[in-house]
């Protein structure tokens, strides 16, 4: 297996249920198109980094994954730097929110690619001053989807509602 990211926590996960793989980061540029739904853009990163990853092999399988972040109809994606960490958080404070998750298999030698998305809501606690650049000054927000991972720092203030 090939994993198409450069994401620890996907290779957590992996080794954690016992799969053997390369780590093979796709390069994937993640705009979005104009008037992209949310669930269609997860879904066509996953596809694109899969298919990437598949490019130039002769055997194996490509998994491809992204997750986005969705408040009040903006994605928010990976922050570019600490003020759009801040931004971000700022905007997800207090509030409720959907995290789409995508995954992309794509079996080299077929040729054949499945694709899924999994939606969950968040809720995150208003943030205070100190709680707030307390977690921006730990750095975590850096890579990742909406400037938080709900299974590191962010636990302190980000539940999961469903999903």
């Known amino acids: 297996m090939i994993l198409a990211s450069a994401s620890p926590r996907r290779a957590e996960l992996l080794t954690a249920a016992g799969y053997r793989f390369e780590v093979a980061p796709s390069g994937v540029d993640e705009t979005p198109r104009p008037g992209e739904p949310a669930l269609d853009l997860a879904r066509r990163l996953a596809e694109s980094k899969a298919a990437a990853g598949a490019a130039g092999r002769l055997v194996g399988t490509v998994l491809g994954g992204d997750t986005i972040v969705v408040v009040e109809g903006e994605v928010l994606g990976k922050p570019e730097g600490r003020l759009d960490a801040e931004r971000m958080l700022r905007r997800l404070s207090g509030r409720e929110h959907e995290v789409a998750s995508a995954v ?55 539940r999961l509602v469903a999903g």
């Open 104 to 158: 992309a298999l794509h079996h080299v030698p077929s040729g054949r690619v499945g694709a899924g998305v999994a939606v969950s809501r968040v809720r995150f606690a208003p943030l205070d001053e100190p709680t707030l650049e307390g977690y921006l000054a730990g750095g975590e927000w850096e890579g990742k989807a909406g400037a938080y991972a709900i299974q590191g720092d962010a636990a302190a203030f980000a």
